[in-house]
């Protein structure tokens, strides 16, 4: 199996920060990595595909980057409504796998 | 738009068998563009994919939980669900279904999950 791994593993931050998370896969997949948000009691939302395409209606804010092992997300301004857990996955095969989630909250 | 909703019982004994069911609406279970897949995400932890199905009958599993799963799909009432037999507290877990959309990229497919459930908590506990 693929092994994901996030860091960090929780960040505060306050309104207009820009945040950095990390996710790491234990070999190569390509592209193929998708970028989730999820708010408390809520599904997750997917916000990047394919490493760095935004999913239609999600804020320009939110931008991915990356290849092979290593990728980022980044939001540019942080605002209120993105407080919230963040996942990544990959999405080679269906052997899907997730990341243990990154948790930004108000500092 | 397309939604999915998760239904079945909220409480299971140990060693008996899971049963929830995924309902779609707002769009075809049968089209030849997507998958269907069952996510869970126990208390305060984090997300595990428990396999897909597309509906031809096609399946696949998490192999962590291969010998236990069993997904199915019902094209007449568009649906999907999932068996999973002879559970134990540590199956105990908000169970989502999902839209699974394949997306070409770098000669292969990604598969993303675009369209989820609000989710259904399952305990198991006697």
């Known amino acids: 199996d693929i092994q994901m791994t996030q860091s960090p593993s929780s960040v505060s931050a306050s309104v207009g920060d820009r945040v950095t998370i990390t996710c790491r896969a234990s070999?190569?997949?390509?592209?193929?990595l998708a970028w989730y948000q999820q708010k408390p009691g809520k599904a997750p939302k997917l916000l990047i595909y394919a490493a760095s395409s935004l999913q239609s209606g999600v804020p320009s804010r939110f931008s991915g980057s990356g290849s092979g092992t290593d990728f980022t997300l980044t939001i540019s301004s942080l605002q209120p409504e993105d407080f919230a857990t963040y996942y990544c996955?990959?999405?080679?095969?269906?052997?899907?796998?997730f990341g243990p989630g990154t948790k930004v909250d108000i500092k | 738009q397309l939604q999915l909703q998760e239904s079945g019982p909220g409480l299971v004994k140990p060693s008996e068998t899971l049963s929830l069911t995924c309902t779609v609406s707002g769009g075809s279970i049968s089209s030849s563009s997507y998958y269907w897949g069952w996510i869970r995400q126990p208390p305060g932890k984090g997300l595990e994919w428990i396999g897909s199905?597309?509906?031809?009958?096609?399946?696949y599993y998490n192999p962590s939980l291969k010998s236990r799963v069993t997904i199915s799909v019902d094209t007449s009432k568009n649906q999907f669900s999932l068996k999973l037999s002879s559970v134990t507290a540590a199956d105990t877990a908000v169970y989502y279904c999902?839209?699974?959309?394949?997306?070409?990229?770098?000669?292969?497919?990604?598969?993303?999950?675009?369209?989820w459930g609000q989710g259904t908590l399952v305990t198991v506990s006697s």
């Open positions: 999902a839209r699974v959309w394949p997306h070409f990229t770098d000669k292969e497919f990604g598969y993303y999950f675009d369209y």
């Open positions: 996955q990959q999405a080679n095969s269906f052997l899907f796998t």
């Open positions: 070999q190569g997949i390509s592209s193929w």
């Open positions: 199905i597309y509906y031809s009958g096609s399946t």
